[in-house]
């Protein structure tokens, strides 16, 4: 099983930047998972913005976050980045990281294990 940590949420202004993070905790390793982000607005649903394969060879991402976020890893630190640039209001939302094995996909339902989320707002 692995355990998923996300840090560096907060409170933005609009246009500003801020990177995620998402650890490996316990010492488990994430480096042969690959990994998604995900966003999720109070009563919506769980929303794809973002996936890299273990070995960060492929990544994909959504069309609202496309040239904005770029997702990255470092595997000899188990952790995933997400670095978000030119943030707008409409970002604000908590965000959550997945692994999963068998090649990356924006389905929420095919990801196995999930970090506790990190809010991320975004003021106009």
């Known amino acids: 099983q692995v355990q998923l940590v996300e840090s560096g949420g907060g409170l933005v202004q609009a246009g500003g930047s801020l990177r995620l993070s998402c650890a490996a905790a316990?010492?488990?390793?994430?480096?042969?998972?690959?990994m998604g982000w995900f966003r999720q607005a109070p009563g919506k649903e769980r929303l794809f913005v973002a996936a890299?394969?273990?070995?960060?060879?492929?990544?994909l991402y959504a069309d609202s976050v496309k040239g904005r976020f770029t997702i990255s890893r470092d595997n000899a630190k188990n952790t995933v980045f997400l670095q978000m640039n030119s943030l707008k209001p409409e970002d604000t939302s908590a965000y959550y990281c997945?692994?999963?094995?068998?090649?990356?996909?924006?389905?929420?339902?095919?990801?196995?294990?999930w970090g506790q989320g990190i809010q991320v707002t975004v003021s106009s």
């Open positions: 890299i394969t273990w070995s960060g060879g492929s990544t």
């Open positions: 997945a692994a999963r094995r068998g090649g990356v996909s924006i389905v929420a339902g095919a990801y196995d294990y």
């Open positions: 316990s010492g488990r390793t994430s480096s042969s998972y690959d």
